[in-house]
């Protein structure tokens, strides 16, 4: 089925590991991005792209770094987990302004 | 900066009912506002994607509409059942930038039978 793959789906993470979570999309959709979901905050944007090869920052982008080097595929990467990076992680992407996103299952992260 | 606000935060209603969930924006320079379901940890789906040009859409028993200039937007959803019961997101993609959506904190819907 078409649409928006995370990996993995739960993780636990020791405080100061790393670890990149992959989301890939097969609608060959420009935009992409990157959002963390917290009680009580709602879903906040961290990184996302616009096309391929590019990246910028979102609301909260601290602590996260990102890659699209193929329009498919859109990575967060952490370099040194800590435990305020325990969230619920959505990729999500759109084809252009003009359209809805499509969102994925989500990666649950505990970091320890 | 765009602010989008949910009322209720929570609904509990009795199966058959029609209800509607509200949604506010402060900024009317939007593209568009797309309401999501989402179910205990699961992703979001999307319902229903209104246009800023267009003033409602309907999908079976839902219907959005959109009043930009007044920054709402409601979700009417009729003859409710208890499959229902999710939270419901709306969100709005701004204009400027990366065009991303700004979400409300959601509403907690429950059907009760």
């Known amino acids: 089925n078409a649409g928006v793959t995370q990996t993995p789906k739960f993780r636990v993470l020791k405080t100061g590991q790393s670890m990149t979570l992959l989301c890939a999309q097969d609608m060959n959709h420009e935009y992409m991005y990157w959002y963390r979901q917290d009680p009580g905050m709602g879903l906040r944007l961290i990184h996302y792209s616009v096309g391929e090869g590019t990246t910028a920052k979102g609301e909260v982008p601290d602590g996260y770094n990102v890659s699209r080097l193929k329009k498919q595929n859109f990575l967060l990467g952490l370099e040194s987990a800590a435990p305020s990076q325990t969230s619920v992680y959505f990729c999500a992407s759109s084809y252009d302004g003009q359209y809805g996103y499509t969102f994925g299952s989500g990666t649950r992260l505990t970091v320890v | 900066k765009q602010e989008v606000t949910q009322i209720p935060a929570a609904l509990s209603v009795p199966e058959g009912e029609n209800l509607v969930l509200n949604c506010s924006f402060t900024d009317s320079a939007i593209y568009n506002l797309q309401w999501f379901r989402q179910d205990p940890g699961k992703g979001l789906t999307s319902l229903l994607l209104?246009?800023?040009?267009?003033r409602e859409q309907t999908s079976g028993r839902l219907n959005a509409s959109l009043d930009k200039s007044s920054g709402r937007s409601t979700l009417y959803i009729a003859a409710s059942q208890p499959g229902d019961s999710a939270t419901y997101l709306c969100?709005?993609?701004?204009?400027?930038?990366?065009?991303?959506?700004?979400f409300g904190q959601g509403t907690r819907l429950t059907i009760n039978p």
């Open positions: 209104i246009q800023s040009s267009q």
């Open positions: 969100a709005v993609r701004v204009l400027q930038g990366a065009q991303k959506l700004v």
